[in-house]
């Protein structure tokens, strides 16, 4: 608990003065005022966070998360919990939607084990952080115990503070885990106090029948389980998953560092909630990728009164959002860096109205 305890004192809020100087720069560049949009706004919100009035985003770091749920024996997911173990392997071969998109980006991508059902054979770039052998089945007890939550974020705040020390200009966050849309939709009802079947969709592709099951087993979880919440860290406890409390912690240290967290999806959405559920001050670090499809992630995304960048039609999870968005952040700041001022280029300003 020290550390995350000692993590949560860390954050403070961003750089708000310099955001208006940002602001200024930006007025007096060659464009009419506002005329570059949402780059803008995202020029001036990474100055804040970062405290840098020329910031550098060069050094791009996705961490992607893995853990089984022990919810998957209710049937919840179109896959087998299996897929969660293969897909590892495969974002260790370079395989993945996430791989791709991530090269793309010019991201590292970095892969940890935080509660995989199985032991993996030891494969090089593997960040072994295993809590347990997956979640127990919410739909009967708790999915993890009290400890167990505080370990999964703390398991997540190591896994950044090691790659930290590496060099990081930003990160995105990621995750893999048959029946984690199941454990995301419990979370997210409860912290934002919604109905289930408001926060719900179809995860890996159920059908309409499969949905009024998942549904089923979400409020029975809930029912058995009585997640507090007012309390964060109970409600992870309750019907969580690993990966969901590492992403908490990797958002939570990242944002104790002063690093901008682009936010993937749905269950990186769970996560973001938690996190800014514990400590407020980490929601002015997030910066929203996209809107899933998942109809849970638009609840999230108002909670947190976050406005995505990219709205694709995707659900894959990974990352890939993340990995998506960083190049236009990356755009947002060269406009600010490189671009001509009205002065610089003896170009005429707006006449006076």
Do not use: W
């Given at each position: 608990m020290d550390i995350l305890t000692q993590t949560l004192k860390n954050i403070t809020s961003i750089n708000h003065l310099l955001m208006q100087e940002t602001q200024?720069?930006?007025?007096?560049?060659?464009?009419?005022?506002?005329?570059l949009g949402?780059?803008?706004?995202?020029?001036?919100?990474?100055?804040?966070?970062?405290?840098?009035?020329?910031?550098?985003?060069?050094?791009?770091?996705?961490?992607?998360?893995?853990?089984?749920?022990?919810?998957?024996?209710?049937?919840?997911?179109?896959?087998?919990k299996e897929?969660?173990?293969?897909?590892?392997?495969?974002?260790?071969?370079?395989?993945?939607?996430i791989n791709v998109l991530a090269k793309h980006a010019g991201a590292k991508v970095v892969v940890a084990d935080v509660g995989v059902a199985v032991d993996l054979a030891q494969k090089n770039g593997l960040i072994?952080?295993?809590?347990?052998?997956?979640?127990?089945?919410?739909?009967?007890?708790?999915?993890?115990?009290?400890?167990?939550?505080?370990?999964?974020?703390?398991?997540?705040?190591t896994i950044f503070e090691n790659?930290?020390?590496?060099?990081?200009?930003?990160?995105?966050?990621?995750?893999?885990?048959?029946?984690?849309?199941?454990?995301?939709?419990?979370?997210?009802?409860?912290?934002?106090k919604n109905d289930v079947v408001d926060v719900t969709g179809r995860g890996t592709g159920i059908d309409e029948r499969g949905l009024k099951h998942k549904i089923s087993v979400i409020k029975k979880s809930l029912k058995i389980n009585q997640p507090d919440h007012s309390d964060p860290l109970d409600v992870?406890?309750?019907v969580g998953g690993f990966e969901i409390g590492g992403i908490t912690g990797i958002i939570l240290a990242a944002a104790a560092r002063k690093i901008p967290v682009v936010i993937d999806g749905f269950n990186s959405g769970a996560a973001a909630l938690i996190a800014y559920t514990l400590q407020p001050l980490s929601k002015e670090y997030m910066i929203a990728s996209h809107e899933s499809v998942e109809?849970?992630?638009?609840?999230?995304?108002?909670?947190?009164?976050?406005?995505?960048?990219?709205?694709?039609?995707?659900?894959?999870?990974?990352?890939?959002?993340?990995?998506?968005?960083m190049?236009?952040?990356?755009?947002?700041?060269?406009?600010?860096?490189?671009?001509?001022?009205?002065?610089?280029?003896?170009?005429?300003?707006?006449?006076?109205?």
């Open positions: 200024i720069r930006l007025d007096n560049l060659t464009k009419p005022q506002g005329s949402r780059l803008e706004d995202l020029a001036k919100e990474i100055a804040g966070i970062t405290g840098q009035k020329n910031p550098d985003v060069s050094r791009k770091v996705i961490f992607i998360l893995v853990a089984d749920h022990g919810v998957t024996e209710e049937n919840v997911s179109a896959f087998p897929v969660t173990a293969q897909m590892v392997y495969n974002f260790l071969s370079g395989g993945a939607g072994v952080k295993k809590i347990a052998c997956g979640t127990r089945n919410m739909a009967k007890t708790a999915a993890m115990s009290s400890d167990q939550a505080i370990q999964a974020i703390e398991t997540g705040i790659e930290f020390k590496n060099g990081i200009d930003i990160i995105g966050t990621g995750e893999m885990g048959i029946g984690n849309t199941t454990a995301s939709s419990a979370i997210t009802a409860v912290l934002t992870l406890a309750k109809k849970g992630h638009a609840v999230i995304l108002k909670k947190l009164g976050l406005k995505p960048i990219l709205n694709l039609g995707l659900r894959l999870g990974e990352g890939t959002g993340a990995a998506l968005a190049p236009l952040i990356e755009a947002s700041l060269k406009i600010l860096t490189q671009m001509a001022s009205f002065q610089s280029a003896n170009v005429s300003q707006k006449l006076p109205q």
